[in-house]
């Protein structure tokens, strides 16, 4: 008989072998640390905001990595073009406006 994983804990074993990643968004003296955090893929997250301890809590817990400048340029590159760019629904919107 062989040992298998049952369904929550090998879902549990992949989500393990995923990289998590953090994007801090507050000032380094803030009191509560706001970011983002992403599972796999930076460009899907959410935002988070914890006091400072527990957000240290969180990362070591998480073993999350900090998103690098490409990943974050990327990303706001991507928010800016559905803020402000022209095939956007906010782009019509603004055009019905004038």
Request: charged share 30%; aromatic share 4%; hydrophobic share 50%.
């Given at each position: 008989m062989s040992a298998t994983l049952s369904q929550p804990a090998q879902a549990q074993d992949e989500a393990n072998t995923l990289t998590k990643y953090i994007r801090v968004r507050s000032r380094p003296d803030a009191r509560f640390v706001e970011f983002d955090f992403?599972?796999?893929?930076?460009?899907?997250?959410?935002?988070?905001?914890?006091?400072r301890d527990a957000f240290e809590t969180f990362c070591a817990t998480n073993r999350v990595v900090a998103m690098t400048p490409?990943?974050?340029?990327?990303?706001?590159a991507e928010l800016d073009k559905w803020r402000y760019g022209e095939e956007t629904l906010m782009s019509h919107n603004r055009d019905q406006a004038q």
């Open positions: 992403a599972i796999d893929d930076p460009g899907l997250f959410v935002e988070l905001v914890l006091p490409e990943q974050t340029e990327a990303i706001d």
